[in-house]
C-alpha cells in the first residue's frame, strides 16, 4: 500500500539545512515532510570538521553568517543539547608575507560587519596560542568556535521531529513534479503532495535542479579528517591556515581533530575512502605547528561527500523557473556555523515569499539565466 502524505512543505534532504528548517517552518505552524535518502545528518552535515566561523567567508556570506551567529549559544533551547559548542575563537594563519597581506585586506574589508577581527604577529602566536613553526602571523576572530557535528545534526532533526514534523528516513525522492496546487513528490511506498518544496539534498541537489531547468556545475569533493588519542591540552581556538592546507581544534575530552586532505571517491561516487598517505601528510602538516602531535596516535580517520560551487558560495533562494520551489545546497564545505540561519531564511522565503537577510549572491540563475518553465524528474 502507498501511504499518502499531504503537507505544506516537503523537504529533500534532511542534513542541517533540510532539518533547520523543518524545524523553523513547524515553529511558524507549518506541516512539514522531510525526507532523506538516508539517515538526516549522516552525510556532510554530520561528518564535516566541525568549524563554527565567521572569518574567511566572502562578505556577501556574512549578513546570514551573522545571523546564524546569534542561534549557536542558543542551541540548548532550540535543539535541547550544546552540541559541544565552544566559542573558542578563530586563529586563521599566514604563512608568508603576502598571506598576511590577504589578511589584512580581509579585515579592512569585512570591518563593518563587526567580526572584530584582531591582527596578530608572529611572537605572539607562539606566546598566546602556542603555535610554532615558520609563520609570519596571523588574524584572530575571538567570536567563532567549532562543535560536534555528529550531535549537532542529529539533533536539528530530532528537534523538527519533536516540534511535529514528518520525518522520514532511509526514503528516496525518485521522483518531483509540479502540479496545479503545488508539487507531487514518489519516495519509494510514499507519495507526498506539498504546496512547496525545499532543495536541500547536498551533493545529490543538482539532480532536481536540473530536473526543473536549472542545471548548476555542482561538484562532488570529499574531505577527509582525522581524530587523535586524547591529548593534554595545548590548543586552546580553532585553527585555519590563510590559502587553505590544515585546519585543527581541539575538543574537551583531548582528542584533536585535524583536517585539509581530501578522500578518494570509490566507484559509487556516493562514498570515498580516506587514504594513508593523505592521512600522514595532513599529520605532518599539523606537527610542524603543534609539538604534541608528533608522537600523537591518530585513531580514527573518516570521509564524507560535500557539493562545492565554482565561486564558493551556496545556491540559495526561488527557483527562478518553477514558482514554490526553493533551492539551498552547494554550500562548499562551509556550511556547518550557517546552516541555522539558512533554515530561518528559508522558512520565511517559504511563508513570506522573502527575507531580510541579503541573499540575492546565491540565486541560482548566475549559473543558468536561460532556464525555461517547467520541469520534471522521473526515476530512470
Not at 63 to 68: E, F, H
Request: charged share 20%; with cysteine.
Amino acid at each position: 500500500m502507498t501511504r499518502r502524505i499531504d503537507c505544506d512543505v516537503a523537504i529533500i534532504g534532511g542534513g542541517l539545512v533540510g532539518s533547520s528548517a523543518a524545524l523553523a517552518l513547524r515553529g511558524m505552524g507549518l506541516s512539514v515532510t522531510l525526507l532523506d535518502k538516508g539517515f538526516c545528518g549522516a552525510q556532510a552535515s554530520g561528518v564535516n570538521y566541525g568549524g563554527v566561523r565567521r572569518q574567511g567567508r566572502p562578505s556577501e556570506q556574512l549578513p546570514l553568517s551573522q545571523r546564524a551567529h546569534a542561534i549557536w549559544p542558543r542551541l540548548q533551547q532550540l535543539i535541547g543539547i550544546d552540541g559541544e559548542f565552544l566559542r573558542s575563537g578563530h586563529l586563521k594563519l599566514a604563512r608568508s608575507a603576502d598571506d598576511m597581506a590577504s589578511l589584512e585586506r580581509y579585515a579592512a574589508e569585512v570591518a563593518p560587519f563587526g567580526l572584530d577581527l584582531e591582527l596578530v604577529g608572529h611572537n605572539q602566536l607562539r606566546e598566546r596560542f602556542g603555535v610554532m613553526g615558520d609563520l609570519v602571523g596571523g588574524s584572530f576572530c575571538p567570536g567563532d568556535g567549532h562543535a560536534n557535528p555528529r550531535l549537532v545534526a542529529a539533533a536539528f532533526a530530532a528537534a523538527a521531529r519533536r516540534a511535529g514534523a514528518e520525518v522520514l528516513e532511509n526514503t528516496e525522492v525518485a521522483g518531483v513534479s509540479r502540479t496545479f496546487e503545488g508539487f507531487a513528490l514518489e519516495a519509494g511506498d510514499v507519495a507526498v503532495t506539498a504546496r512547496s518544496v525545499i532543495n536541500s539534498a547536498g551533493a545529490w541537489a543538482d539532480r532536481f535542479a536540473r530536473a526543473f531547468n536549472e542545471p548548476v556545475p555542482l561538484e562532488r569533493t570529499y574531505p577527509s579528517m582525522i581524530v587523535t588519542e586524547p591529548l593534554d591540552p595545548f590548543l586552546s581556538v580553532n585553527i585555519g591556515i590563510e590559502g587553505g592546507g590544515i585546519y585543527a581544534r581541539q575538543v574537551a575530552r583531548g582528542n584533536v581533530v585535524v583536517g585539509g586532505e581530501r578522500a578518494t571517491p570509490l566507484d559509487n561516487p556516493d562514498y570515498s575512502r580516506p587514504h594513508s598517505d593523505g592521512a600522514l601528510t595532513i599529520m605532518q602538516r599539523a606537527s610542524e605547528l603543534f609539538g604534541p602531535l608528533r608522537h600523537a596516535q591518530a585513531i580514527r580517520f573518516w570521509s564524507g561527500t560535500e557539493a562545492t560551487m565554482p565561486d564558493r558560495n551556496p545556491v540559495l533562494g526561488p527557483s527562478a523557473t518553477t514558482p514554490g520551489l526553493i533551492h539551498a545546497f552547494g554550500f562548499s564545505g562551509a556550511g556547518f556555523q550557517i546552516a541555522p540561519g539558512v533554515g530561518e531564511v528559508l522558512a520565511e522565503l517559504v511563508r513570506d515569499g522573502q527575507t531580510a537577510t541579503p541573499i540575492d549572491a546565491f540565486a541560482i540563475t548566475r549559473f543558468s539565466p536561460a532556464s525555461q518553465p517547467g520541469g520534471a524528474l522521473k526515476q530512470q
